[in-house]
DNA sequence: CGTCGATATGGCACAACGTGCCAGATCGGC
DNA sequence: GCCGATCTGGCACGTTGTGCCATATCGACG
C-alpha cells in the first residue's frame, strides 16, 4: 500500500488529523453536528479551538478524513493501472483491492455511524457529498491517463459513474446491519451503471 | 405549465425568494461567495437581515432556487408520466419537455454565470451540488411510482444516472459559449450511462 | 367599514463560527 | 547548545445564523 511515502512531520500532521476526525465522528453521531461546538471538539482532542481550526477547514470537514480513507486508497491503487487498459475492468480490480482491505476495516465502523448520522442531518450530508465530489474531480485526470484517446465527457460521466457506485453502495451498506464488507455491492453497481439499467 | 396551482400567500413568497435569488447571484458572481456579505446581498434585495435569513436557511442558499428551477419543472413533468411506463423513455422525453422550455430560458444565463463561479468556489459548488442531492432524493419516489416492482437498489442507482446526467450536461453546457440548450447533451449523457459506457 | 386573528417584517441581543495577528513553545539540522 | 522553521495557543474581531418581542401588513368575517 502505502509505505514510508511522506515526511516524518506530515505522517504525524495526518495522525493528529485522524484522532481529531474520530473524537468529532463520535460527537457527531452522539449529538448531531449542530449539538457540537468546534470548542468541544478541540477539547476532546486535546488541542486549542485555534489549532483545531488549523487542521480542518469546518467545523463539520473535522470528519472528512475519515470518509476520504477508502476513497483516497482506491484511487491510489487505480492510478497504478498501465495505460491502454480496459477502464471499467481497472475500476473493479482496484475496488476488489481497497475496499477490503484491512486497513480501512479499523475505520469502516466510524463510517457506517456517519453515514447513519448523516441521514438526518444535512449539515454531514453536506461533508459526505463534498468527499464524494473531490473524489470524482480528482478521478478525472487518473482516467485520462488510463485511456488517454477517451472522449472528456465520457470519461467524465465513467467518473460521476464509478462515484456513484461506490457512494450507493456505502450507503446501502451503512443502512443495513450485515458485517459484509462493501465491495461486492459496490462492483454491482458498478456494472449495472455501465452496462444498463433497462427500462 | 404550473397555473394557479398555490396560494396567494405562497406565490407571493416564492417571488421575493426568487428575486433575493437573483440578486444574490448577481453578488456572487461579482464578487465571489466570500467576498458577499450577508447583509448586502439583503440591502440590494430591500429586506432586513432577519427577513433575508427567514427566506434563506443560509447565505449561499439563497441562490439555490434559481438552481433547482429547471430540475422542479424537470420532476413535476416526469411524475405525470403513467405507471408502467418503461423508465429510461420516460426521462428522456421529461427532459425534452422542460429543459428546453422557454420558462427556464430567462434563468439559464443566471445558471451559466453561477455554475462558472462554482468552478473556482467551494461554497457555490456545494450548493449546486446539495441541489443535486435533493433533486435525486425526491426523484426516487417517483421512480417507484412509475415502477413499483423495481428492484429499490436498481432505481437508487437510475436516480443517480439519471441526476448525474442533468449535472454534468449542465456543467459542460456552462463551460462551453454556445447558445444551444443542454437538452441534447443530458440525453446523450443519460444514454451513456444507462446503455454502457464501453471500456 | 371596522375589528380581529394570522402571518410577515424589523430590530436587538447573543452564541457560535472562522480568521488575522502576535507571542511563546517545540522540533530539526549544523 | 544554538538558530531558523514550524507548530501551537491566546486574543480580538467581523460575520453568521437564531431566539425573542414589538410592530405592521394582510385576509376573513360580521
Known sequence: MSGTSASLTERRRTATQLEIARVAAQLFTDHGAAGTTAESIAEAAGISLRTFYRYSRTK???????????????????AATPPG????????????????????????????????????????????????RDSEARLLPILAQ???????????????????????????????????????????????LTRGLGG
Chains 1, 2 share one sequence.
Open 146 to 192: 488510463i485511456a488517454p484517446d477517451a472522449d472528456e465527457l465520457d470519461l467524465r460521466l465513467l467518473a460521476a459513474a464509478a462515484t456513484d457506485a461506490i457512494r450507493v453502495s456505502l450507503e446501502d451498506w451503512a443502512r443495513r446491519d450485515e458485517a459484509q464488507a462493501p465491495v461486492d455491492l459496490a462492483v454491482r453497481c458498478l456494472r449495472s
Open 60 to 78: 463539520e470537514d473535522a470528519i472528512a478524513p475519515l470518509l476520504t480513507l477508502g476513497g483516497d486508497a482506491w484511487r491510489a491503487e487505480l
Open 85 to 132: 487498459s480496459r477502464l471499467v475492468p481497472a475500476i473493479e480490480q482496484a475496488m476488489h483491492a481497497t475496499l477490503s482491505a484491512a486497513d480501512i476495516d479499523h475505520d469502516l465502523p466510524w463510517m457506517r455511524g456517519l453515514l447513519r448520522a448523516a441521514e438526518d442531518d444535512d449539515d454531514l450530508a453536506a461533508v459526505w457529498y463534498r468527499v464524494n
